[in-house]
């Protein structure tokens, strides 16, 4: 099974739809699911997960994190804040501190594909990128691509957006009496390059998993 993961508030933005579509087109069985409305709290280092590698604080983690361990590959999408990973991704991220003690890593080799979706372009350079990739690779995982997706940033959907001089609506297209769908940057269904880039990821992925 391959799991796929959205890291965004947003139940149907372009993470999601990335996600989903990546899902679409990979072999095999897949689950998706999507952080939006989820209640995953940061690690409070309380080390009930010492012993067996299984977290004890009940919230919504828990089920992810079943869902991790039994997934022949995971598929994570990452919204850009702040050029790091969203709260709610971040918290995914350190609770996974669970699967790595007394030399168990209950991750360990596990394919993984990264992506992070936001209106950076630099992909070397992505601190997010390098961030998941950090957590990954701390439980052993095999990250086999990671790479951008472009997406809204807030002054597209804020009202103040149109005449905000610090936000990218006024930076590209100068103060504005209204947004018009021209001003908007492209859905994931519209971003050529962005769903080539995870048809090459799932491609890898299915290489890897052939039985």
């Known amino acids: 099974m391959i799991l796929?993961?959205?890291?965004?508030?947003?139940?149907?933005?372009?993470?999601?739809?990335?996600?989903?579509?990546?899902?679409?087109?990979?072999e095999g069985e897949t689950k998706f699911i999507s952080?939006?409305?989820?209640?995953?709290?940061?690690?409070?280092?309380?080390?009930?997960?010492?012993?067996?590698?299984?977290?004890?604080?009940?919230?919504?983690?828990?089920?992810?994190?079943?869902l991790m361990v039994k997934a022949?590959?995971?598929v994570l999408g990452i919204p850009n804040y702040y050029d790091v990973p969203n709260a709610l991704s971040h918290s995914l991220l350190e609770r996974c501190?669970?699967?790595?003690?007394?030399?168990?890593?209950?991750?360990?080799?596990?394919?993984?594909?990264?992506?992070?979706t936001g209106y950076a372009t630099?992909?070397?350079?992505?601190?997010v990128l390098k961030i998941v990739d950090h957590f990954l690779?701390?439980?052993?995982?095999?990250?086999?691509s990671k790479f951008l997706?472009?997406?809204f940033s807030q002054c597209y959907t804020?009202?103040?957006?149109?005449?905000?001089?610090?936000?990218?609506?006024?930076?590209?297209?100068?103060?504005?009496?209204?947004?018009?769908?021209a001003m908007l940057p492209p859905k994931f269904n519209k971003q050529i390059d962005s769903m080539a880039k995870c048809e090459k990821a799932v491609y890898l992925l299915n290489d890897i998993l052939k039985p």
Do not use: W
């Open 158 to 181: 804020c009202k103040y957006g149109r005449t905000c001089e610090d936000g990218n609506v006024v930076k590209n297209n100068g103060i504005v009496s209204q947004i018009t769908p």
């Open 122 to 127: 630099d992909e070397e350079n992505s601190q």
């Open 137 to 144: 690779v701390m439980n052993k995982m095999k990250v086999i």
């Open 97 to 116: 501190f669970c699967f790595r003690h007394q030399g168990a890593f209950l991750l360990k080799d596990k394919p993984a594909v990264i992506f992070s």
């Open 4 to 26: 796929g993961i959205s890291g965004s508030p947003r139940p149907n933005g372009i993470t999601a739809n990335a996600v989903k579509y990546m899902l679409s087109k990979c």
């Open 35 to 66: 952080l939006a409305g989820k209640h995953i709290s940061g690690c409070i280092s309380c080390l009930g997960c010492t012993k067996d590698n299984h977290c004890v604080v009940e919230d919504d983690f828990l089920e992810i994190a079943e």
């Open 149 to 151: 997706v472009g997406a």
């Open 72 to 74: 022949d590959a995971i």
